[in-house]
Structures are given as structure tokens and as C-alpha cells.
């Protein structure tokens, strides 16, 4: 459905393109006190600091092989099984 209607009346795309929609995110994040950290290559939960919440791009898979898992909670680490 999406697809017909994007070849029938055009694409929505945001003025300035896509990435202005990753700065406005980034932008807001910054705003409520947030950091966001980009090219660090992470091999321990250690490296991270102490925080309510960390967002990893990562697969469940590599999940496993990090070392200090002892900072995620049971119910955290069983859901990602």
C-alpha cells in the first residue's frame, strides 16, 4: 500500500533530505542531556560509564561475547537468548 501510494503522488522526503532527521534526533538527544558517540569499538560493558541507559548497534550474537554481562540485568540478557 505504502509503495503505491509513494509512485502515485511522490515519496514524502524531509527538506534537506534524510539525514536531517538524524540531526533533529541527535539535536533533541543533546537537549535532554544525552551523548551520543559514534566509531568506538567496544570489548567490555566496562568501558561504558554507569548510566540508566546505553543503546548498542549490535546482534544478539555478538551480545554474548562482551565481557562485564554481570551489568545487564537477568530478564536483559535472557530476553536477547
Known amino acids: 500500500m505504502l509503495g503505491m501510494l509513494g509512485h502515485a ?3 514524502p522526503v524531509p ?3 534524510a539525514q536531517m ?19 568506538v569499538f567496544i ?5 561504558l560509564p554507569r548510566t540508566r541507559v546505553i543503546l548498542l548497534d549490535i546482534i544478539h550474537v555478538n551480545l554474548s561475547v562482551l565481557p562485564a554481562l554481570d551489568r545487564l540485568t537477568k530478564s536483559c540478557y535472557d530476553a536477547w537468548k
Do not use: E, M
Open 21 to 39: 532527521i538524524s540531526n533533529a534526533l541527535v539535536q533533541h538527544l543533546k537537549t535532554l542531556g544525552g551523548k551520543l558517540q559514534t566509531g
Open 15 to 17: 527538506s534537506g533530505g
Open 9 to 11: 503522488v511522490g515519496w
Open 43 to 47: 570489548t567490555s560493558l566496562r568501558q
